[in-house]
């Protein structure tokens, strides 16, 4: 078992600044549900999100951008052969890429894809409990998209993943944790509120390959994106009613976050 160090908000600050002054590109292939939130996340938090999901221009489109995000929740054979593309382009590039392998666990066809994948050395796999859990073999699967498990019990199998693709991973719930097998971060904090608006970790898989960008500690750099979602959550909560008022209160909270770090 590695020791658990606290991300703190110090190393949050530092991370947050430099994301706000190099407004990163972010390159989205994400499912059709999220769109919109990923979206405005990644402008509300200061990067620059852009949705290139074509074949004829996913690769061209990855050498442009900072940071690549492949979130397999609508997959579909037009979509993968488009993502592989992209993602062997990120790494002909060295560009960081992120990937978010939505309910890993429950389909053959996508556990499948999803494997073959994360053996394309993606920067970081970010997942809720049951999705990293069944990636490790280590699980069932969860609740269709949502997480049947505690991001706890789910952190010997995310390092045992991180060890095997030699990449960070991040597995999120009440408590994050991001590890690439040698050191463990815990970001706590957020609100429960979370998990009752879509897309709120596939929009934050498309964060952490903003922070991604252009920084050479991954595992810092993920555990930045977390605390950045933590704390806005936080805020959020303190001021809405519901998931409906939650939504935009979200929005709000990530870009005074961002705007308190130009
Ligand atoms: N019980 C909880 N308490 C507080 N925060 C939570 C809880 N569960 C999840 N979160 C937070 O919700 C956000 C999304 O994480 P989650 O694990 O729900 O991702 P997900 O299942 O992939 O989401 P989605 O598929 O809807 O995009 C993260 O910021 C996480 O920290
Ligand atoms: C609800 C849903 N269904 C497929 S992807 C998605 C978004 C949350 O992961
Ligand atoms: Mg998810």
Redesign the pocket.
């Known amino acids: 078992m590695l020791n658990i160090q606290t991300f703190s908000k110090d190393d949050f600050d530092r991370y947050c600044s430099h994301l706000v002054q190099t407004h990163p590109l972010v390159h989205c292939m994400t499912?059709?549900?999220?769109q919109e939130i990923t979206a405005d996340v990644l402008l509300a938090a200061g990067a620059s999100p852009a949705m290139i999901i074509d074949e004829h221009e996913s690769a061209d489109f990855a050498a442009i951008a900072d940071c690549l995000l492949v979130?397999v929740?609508?997959l579909t054979d037009d979509r993968y052969k488009a993502m592989l593309l992209a993602v062997e382009a990120c790494c002909r590039h060295s560009k960081p890429w992120v990937l978010d392998p939505?309910?890993a666990g429950l389909l053959p066809w996508r556990d499948e894809r999803v494997s073959e994948l994360a053996r394309k050395k993606p920067t970081v796999i970010r997942g809720n409990a049951s999705e990293i859990l069944s990636l490790a073999g280590m699980g069932q699967g969860g609740h269709?998209?949502d997480s049947k498990d505690d991001s706890r019990d789910a952190v010997n199998g995310a390092a045992a993943l991180a060890k095997r693709y030699d990449c960070v991973v991040a597995v999120t719930g009440e408590t994050d944790f991001v590890t690439d097998g040698k050191r463990l971060l815990s970001v706590s904090g957020g609100d429960v509120m979370s998990t009752l608006v879509?897309?709120t970790?596939?929009s934050l898989s498309a964060l952490v390959a903003a922070y991604c960008a252009q920084s050479d500690c991954p595992l810092e750099a993920t555990a930045a994106a977390l605390k950045m979602a933590k704390l806005a959550s936080e805020t959020a909560a303190s001021v809405s009613q519901g998931p409906g008022s939650f939504h935009p209160a979200y929005l709000d909270a990530l870009y005074r976050l961002a705007r308190n770090h130009f």
């Open positions: 499912n059709d549900v999220v979130n929740g609508t939505v309910a269709g998209v879509v897309g970790g596939c």
